[in-house]
């Protein structure tokens, strides 16, 4: 029965290499349908209402258990390597020392319930937090791929140095204090856990692990162990890293079961077994453990109330100091705040593909329920281009829409506001232009100001909030010309062309 | 020679020196007028890119005399931004292939092209043209985006400036063309030759700060000059400059102005582009202010200007 855990592993990797490459690739490389792989992930297909998706992993679940968790969920597969290099540092006999824990029932019914909850009750707060696929992109996007741009660079200025133009610097832009904090602190929750204990992560804090575990008492295929051939030798309760199967009870725990089928393949007696649910009829499944519901019911209750209050004491605009308020901007094609903020899950994809660097993980910017959520951060030649619509293409969960290059062009993120009090022009009485020059669609252009100067003037309809004129404005450190999030992206006038100059020259004139 | 005859030639050659050193050779030598005397301007009109350049290089006394069998050449086109060669954003592409070609001819070691864009670097070498315009000629196109690349100058002629970051291609090289494109700008009113000299430049925001005017005008003093500047005017943007919002900023041309003079080149291109839109030289700060500074003079009238229609 080797075959099927060589089928499920080779499967992981298809999955799991892409995803990881796709995550990590800084120079643009990799083609960009490579998405389609984070459109299968659970709450992502979930987000976006992809009814075609939904309904494959949920047959592929009522098939065959939970193998989303083995094969399709990338933080997952990472377990299963943490688990896997773990081995190298145990002793021989200790390797494969798994035993027969019981679930955490409370603790993960009480954290699906609250993710359900607070999510139909309009929050992805909780999802936010929690959704595995997402906790794996922040996990690559803030702490792997950092170290791989830092090599870059590295490689990239002792080559040029020797006059070899082959790779080039690239900026580090994932960087920010929460959201890396808040990453680092779940890469050693799930390494730890997985580490030590296999995938008690998976089955005690994943909200999409408990929910395939519920649907799995239902799969056609499931794990059980042949009482008459059994041995109780546990060698395949030694080998479950989810903890759950109990050799001596020979029973097997199918909700906490992700289909390795690493116990088939040590089985010497055959005695385990992948084998059909409704076939034969076999004595009463192992008891059902949610008969907690009461305390559980409490339990999430009491988690949602709280949850609830800090959403609400949230606000959007944020204090901060009076030179430099702003609302956030949003990546284009978020449509409306409260859409952008329901349905993103920071997996922070569009921050790993984004060109210009300009997209970074949220801190409070959104509120507490945004944390890790991209929004636009400009700094010096750090923009939005007006011709670039690659985070809306990529972002799995719809909380982007896809927009053409045209849509792009015309979708108004934010406005700029000029601060006449602060421009180098009004201080200083001196050309600067910096702004209007760097504007693509002239919303900031240059009038006639005194002594032959000129100075910025922003046509409010024409601006779409690409930040051009933020991020090159002279003054420092608080420009005189920022960008003001929209809560609704809404169209942008089309810049009227210039009047074309007809006559033929025929002069130098001079 | 009659002692009277030689007083009078060395006077006529002192008065002469005071204006323009270049005469000299014409007065005391008369015969060799045409072989000594190459011209301090060449505005060329009516043709394609290359065919104008060829047509300057060709009264300007060849390639083979600015560029030397061995030598290491950089090119500084405009590729400031993300836009096509129609909007005339950036240094025309075939312009700047043709260069390419004519250094390589002249036997140089290698052609390096670089700008300090505005946009993302790859985007504009790419939209531009040049990038591929420069493969094909056999050149060399390099980043300009990592201030690694940069290395401190001093000024010392500078008002403002005292010390710039200048890119290293051009520290390192043994001659260097400045060939811009004839833009108007919004913040200095117009970007020539002197204004193309911020893509060498690693802190531009500084200048910004700094009154622009005198920021470019003191770059203008850097002691490594351009043996040539190229002036691109095939074709010319009229408005919403530096980067235009379409075509129809953009004005046909066909022309090319060259200079070693940078001064001279840019009031000649502003006299040039004042036929398309109405532009006060005296508005276009930076250069009257590196004249101040010696760099070059308006005064065409006082320069051997070639002008030649194809």
């Known amino acids: 029965m080797k075959t099927l855990k060589h089928i499920r592993r080779l499967l992981a990797i298809l999955f799991f290499l892409p995803i990881l490459l796709f995550f990590i690739d800084f120079t643009g490389l990799l083609p960009l349908f490579l998405h389609k792989l984070l459109q299968m992930q659970w709450i992502p297909a979930l987000m976006s209402v992809q009814v075609g998706v939904v309904g494959f992993l949920l047959v592929l679940s009522l098939l065959f258990g939970r193998l989303y968790c083995s094969v399709i969920c990338p933080l997952g597969v990472f377990q299963d390597i943490a688990a896997w290099k773990s081995r190298w540092f145990k002793k021989k006999g200790r390797r494969y020392r798994f035993d027969y824990r019981k679930p955490n029932n409370i603790l993960r019914y009480s954290l699906l319930a609250l993710t359900v909850i607070v999510f139909l009750l309009g929050s992805s707060a909780v999802v936010v937090w929690l959704d595995p696929y997402s906790i794996f992109g922040r996990i690559i996007t803030q702490l792997l791929r950092p170290l791989f741009i830092w ?48 995938r008690l992560y998976c089955n005690t804090v994943c909200p999409v692990g408990t929910f395939l575990g519920l649907l799995s008492k239902l799969s056609l295929f499931k794990i059980e162990i042949e009482k008459s051939s059994c041995t109780q030798c546990s060698a395949c309760e030694k080998r479950c890293k989810s903890q759950c199967i109990d050799s001596m009870a020979m029973t097997v725990d199918e909700t906490r079961c992700v289909s390795c089928f690493n116990c088939l393949s040590v089985c010497k007696k055959g005695g385990v077994k992948y084998a059909f649910r409704y076939g034969k009829k076999q004595e009463a499944a192992p008891v059902s453990e949610i008969n907690s519901s009461r305390r559980t019911f409490m339990l999430t209750s009491g988690a949602v109330v709280a949850a609830l209050a800090t959403a609400k004491a949230e606000t959007l605009t944020g204090k901060k100091d009076e030179i430099l308020s702003r609302k956030p901007i ?11 903020n329901t349905k993103c899950t920071g997996c922070q994809l569009c921050v790993s593909k984004c060109p210009m660097h300009v997209l970074k993980p949220a801190a409070l910017e959104y509120g507490i329920s945004g944390i890790m959520q991209p929004r636009l951060a400009f700094s010096t030649h750090v923009y939005c281009n007006q011709d670039c619509t690659i985070c809306s293409e990529v972002c799995p969960t719809g909380a982007l829409t896809k927009l053409t290059v045209e849509e792009k062009r015309v979708t108004q993120m934010g406005i700029a506001r000029f601060r006449k009090h602060k421009c180098v022009v009004y201080t200083d009485e001196k050309d600067c232009g910096a702004c209007s020059e760097h504007c693509p669609t002239q919303a900031v252009h240059m009038i006639p100001y005194k002594n032959g100067l000129t100075i910025p003037q922003v046509t409010p309809d024409l601006c779409i909030g690409c930040g051009g004129c933020e991020s090159i404005c002279p003054v420092r450190p608080y420009q005189a010309i920022y960008v003001e999030g929209n809560s609704v992206q809404v169209k942008a006038k089309k810049p009227k062309d210039a009047q074309k100059f007809e006559k033929k020259i025929d002069n130098f004139g001079f | 020679m009659k002692r009277r005859d030689f007083f009078k030639t060395a006077a006529l050659a002192g008065i002469a020196t005071l204006f323009s050193p270049k005469s000299l050779a014409n007065v005391v030598t008369e015969n060799e007028l045409t072989v000594a005397s190459s011209p301090d301007l060449v505005a060329v009109m009516g043709g394609e890119p290359e065919v104008m350049l060829i047509r300057a290089l060709k009264e300007l006394g060849g390639i083979q005399k600015f ?48 700008d300090h864009t505005c946009d993302n670097w790859q985007k504009c070498y790419e939209a531009s043209g040049i990038e591929a315009a420069v493969k094909a000629a056999g050149g060399k196109i390099i980043p300009g985006n990592d201030e690694s690349m940069y290395r401190e100058a001093d000024l010392p002629h500078g008002v403002n400036l005292k010390k710039i970051k200048v890119h290293e291609a051009i520290l390192d090289c043994d001659v260097w063309f400045n060939v811009p494109v004839l833009k108007h700008h919004g913040g200095p009113k117009m970007s020539i030759s002197m204004k193309n000299m911020m893509g060498i430049v690693w802190d531009r925001g500084y200048w910004h700060r700094n009154d622009l005017h005198q920021c470019i005008a003191d770059c203008a003093t850097f002691h490594k000059k351009p043996v040539l500047n190229i002036v691109d005017a095939y074709r010319a943007m009229k408005s919403n400059g530096p980067q235009g919002k379409s075509e129809s900023d953009a004005v046909m041309m066909k022309s090319l102005l060259v200079s070693h003079d940078f001064v001279a080149v840019d009031t000649a291109a502003i006299k040039m582009f004042n036929q398309i839109r109405e532009t006060n030289l005296a508005d276009v700060r930076y250069v009257a202010l590196a004249e101040q500074l010696k760099v070059g003079t308006q005064h065409l009238e006082k320069l051997n200007v070639k002008r030649i229609k194809l």
């Open chain 1, 151 to 198: 090599a870059n660079n590295g490689f990239s200025a002792l080559f040029i140095k020797k006059g070899i133009y082959v790779i080039y610097g690239v900026s580090q832009n994932a960087f920010v204090v929460i959201p890396f904090i808040i990453t680092s602190v779940f890469f050693v929750i799930v390494a730890v856990m997985s580490w030590f204990r296999g």
């Open chain 1, 330 to 340: 949003m990546p284009p094609g978020a449509g409306h705040l409260e859409h952008f």
């Open chain 2, 67 to 114: 560029v030397k069998k061995g030598q290491k050449v950089v090119i500084k086109p405009n590729i400031g931004w993300d836009r096509t060669p129609q909007m005339a954003a950036n240094t025309n592409p075939q312009l700047v292939g043709a260069l390419v070609k004519q250094c390589l001819a002249a036997g140089a070691k290698q052609v390096l092209v670089f």
